[in-house]
């Protein structure tokens, strides 16, 4: 294999371990298959087509491979989940859709490196029995869709897919499905009900858990991208060496997307709980814009809960129990767990003190009033509810009450709906009321209070335009 | 009036629909792709094609084309634009990008918001809408023209200046 160069200025931080984007930026790297293959590229389907199937769903078991989607559920398991002696047929979906805010990674494997995810999905359907694959990209990356499609062409053409795969008798068909712009479309049934062909709202589990009753309700594995692209390096070098990097149940790398309030926003592949959000603002991004102090961190993606620079933290269990400031989060699944977040989707978007929080919660509120499927109540008219509350503190229109109506509303959805969309709505209100009350409060008008209380504010159908 | 669908198109169609060999119905939303590139946008003609095409009820296809903010049921300019205009975008200035692709463009701003109804300058030359993250957050503020992606748009009059 050649010497990895990087483009010039786009080298990966020293902190980072290239192996998703490995290619990312790469020097002399393109798209094609000869290219990939000069690389060493779909050795790993080779060497797994060998293996039984079961094997390899053992070995993303002993990775302790956790899904990059959002969820951070284990891979091996969910695969495990698949019904026993079951005689319908098996699909596999890749989950392209990256929709949620913040977050943007698969972007560049699919727009730089697309056999590696052709690759560990070939190998992933082999394991799980799937001879027919989608990928179900958002329809934003309209160029992703064309290269995606050339690229399943030309692994079609060197016996990579298809008909008897490499003399195993393991037939493949990967196809590209190109959504319409509804971020719904991510949460993994919104997707097969719009893969069918239907408005995508989301199935109520149970008992519509994919890997029971999926696609045209067969048995069904949702992966995102950057997990299915981990399956072909777990097979490289095993799943148990895979299971070193990282840390103890946070195995392995994933990248980091940051944005907001940093010099240098970017990408960052990092070994999973081995830096700290410190060094990811400080060393990765170049540390906060000049004169500014930190505010306020989404670790996950927007839904994930907001963690205020002011806070403490108390992490580990027992003996090891510590209390810890912003600065020295690990990040990864259990640490942002116990820090009353998630680590999602691996989005961080950074705010310093020039950020009012009450435009920032406004924002987002617009953003889930927008993206509701609007098929229960409690989220279709909370979100939109919120979003007017949030309306009114930004345009000085709200009295201080009001606040305490948005936390309610919020409340009011999370848990009390179909799909995972509730939290995601909810989430941020609720942490951002929790932190930032003051400051939201500040921005309401007191002398409002009398007239709104009687009248309009406390219902959902207020409209101050 | 039946719509008139070219027929290297209808192939294309055609190959596409073999994607979905479980359910027709599946292709829906790729027929609406194919037409919307075509006729720019779904006309009722489009949906009763697209129809018939998948034997399906037309109520069936109206009830995809009506919820996805990605297929639009009016005529939008000659070059459509998308601006992200969620929070990291936002914080990068996708508000003001917004602002000033209006004024350029000749749009009015008031009305502008998501998708419907799309903003029209008065020449027909641009639509504009809002988008939602266009997954691209650390290069903000992001916008698409057309099927064309830009980022850290600063300089409205050279992005406008591409699209003739
Ligand atoms: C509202 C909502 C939006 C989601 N959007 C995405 C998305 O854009 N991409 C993604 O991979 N997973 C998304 N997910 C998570 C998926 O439902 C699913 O858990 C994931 O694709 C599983 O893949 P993984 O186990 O490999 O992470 C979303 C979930 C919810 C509730
Ligand atoms: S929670 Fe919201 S997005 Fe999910 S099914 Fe209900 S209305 Fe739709
Ligand atoms: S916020 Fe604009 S691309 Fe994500």
């Known amino acids: 294999m050649s010497q990895i160069k990087y483009i010039a200025g786009k080298e990966p931080h020293a902190k980072e371990s290239r192996v998703v984007f490995k290619n990312v930026d790469r020097e002399g790297w393109d798209q094609s298959i000869e290219t990939y293959i000069e690389d060493g590229g779909y050795e790993q389907q080779q060497k797994a087509f060998k293996m039984e199937p079961g094997d390899i769903t053992e070995e993303v078991k002993k990775a302790g491979l956790r899904g990059r989607g959002g969820a951070g559920f284990p891979a091996g398991l969910k695969w495990s989940f698949l019904p026993p002696n079951n005689d319908k047929p098996v699909y596999l979906i890749c989950n392209a859709d990256e929709s949620e805010p913040g977050t943007f990674k698969d972007r560049y494997i699919i727009h730089q490196d697309p056999h590696q995810l052709i690759e560990g999905m070939a190998i992933s359907c082999y394991a799980v029995g799937a001879k027919l694959a989608y990928i179900y990209i958002r329809e934003e990356f309209p160029e992703g869709a064309q290269i995606l499609e050339t690229a399943i062409e030309e692994a079609h053409k060197k016996g ?3 008909k008897d ?14 959504g319409a712009g509804a971020y719904i479309c991510g949460e993994e049934t ?6 069918e062909g239907k408005r995508p709202y989301p199935r109520i589990k149970p008992p519509y858990f994919p890997a029971a009753m999926g696609l045209y309700l067969c048995p069904t594995i949702v992966n995102n991208v950057e997990t299915l692209c981990h399956v072909k390096h777990i097979i490289g070098s095993g799943g148990e060496a895979w299971s070193k990097t990282g840390t103890p149940n946070n195995t392995g790398t994933r990248i980091l997307c940051v944005s907001g309030d940093v010099q240098k926003p970017g990408y960052f592949e990092v070994q999973v709980g081995k830096v700290t959000l410190g060094e990811v603002i400080n060393d990765m991004c170049g540390g906060l814009k000049k004169g500014r102090k930190l505010k306020a961190v989404i670790p996950g993606g927007s839904s994930a809960k907001v963690l205020s620079a002011d806070e403490t933290f108390k992490v580990g269990r027992g003996d090891d129990e510590k209390e810890i400031t912003i600065w020295d989060i690990p990040m990864d699944f259990d640490t942002l767990a116990a820090c009353g977040s998630m680590a999602g989707s691996g989005g961080v978007i950074i705010m310093d003190d020039s950020r009012s929080m009450s435009w920032v919660i406004n924002n987002l509120n617009n953003f889930y009033a927008h993206e509701s ?12 509810w919120m979003k007017k509350i949030t309306d009114r503190v930004v345009a000085g229109k709200a009295a201080p009450s009001d606040i305490d109506q948005l936390d309610a509303v919020a409340r009011n959805i999370d848990g009390r709906t179909i799909c995972a969309f509730g939290e995601a709505a909810s989430w941020p209100t609720e942490s951002f009321v929790e932190k930032f009350r003051d400051e939201l409060v500040a921005d309401t008008n007191p002398e409002l209070e009398e007239a709104f209380v009687n009248a309009e504010s406390l219902t959902a159908a207020v409209n101050l335009k | 009036m039946a719509l008139e669908v070219p027929p290297e198109l209808e192939k294309e169609i055609d190959e596409r629909i073999t994607h979905y060999p479980v359910s027709k119905r599946s292709a829906v939303l790729t027929v609406l792709h194919a037409l919307q590139h075509h006729f720019r946008f779904i006309s009722e003609e489009s949906i009763e094609w697209a129809a018939a095409k998948l034997e399906l009820e037309p109520i069936k296809v109206l009830e995809v084309v009506s919820f996805y903010p990605g297929i639009r049921q009016k005529a939008p300019g000659k070059y459509h634009i998308r601006v992200c205009r969620t929070l990291s975008c936002a914080m990068a200035g996708s508000y003001e990008l917004m602002d000033s692709i209006c004024e350029k463009a000749g749009i009015g701003r008031s009305g502008v918001t998501h998708h419907d109804p799309v903003a029209l300058s008065e020449d027909g030359k641009f639509s504009v809408e809002f988008a939602e993250c266009l997954a691209s957050c650390g290069t903000g503020p992001v916008c698409m023209v057309e099927d064309d992606f830009h980022e850290a748009v600063t300089d409205v009059d050279a992005l406008l200046s591409q699209y003739k």
């Open chain 1, 373 to 384: 499927c609007g098929q229960c109540t409690p989220c279709r008219e909370g979100s939109l």
């Open chain 1, 165 to 178: 795969i490499l003399g195993s008798g393991f037939d493949l068909e990967i196809y590209v499905h190109r």
């Open chain 1, 190 to 195: 919104g997707l097969i009900e719009s893969l």
């Open chain 1, 160 to 162: 990579f897919l298809g």
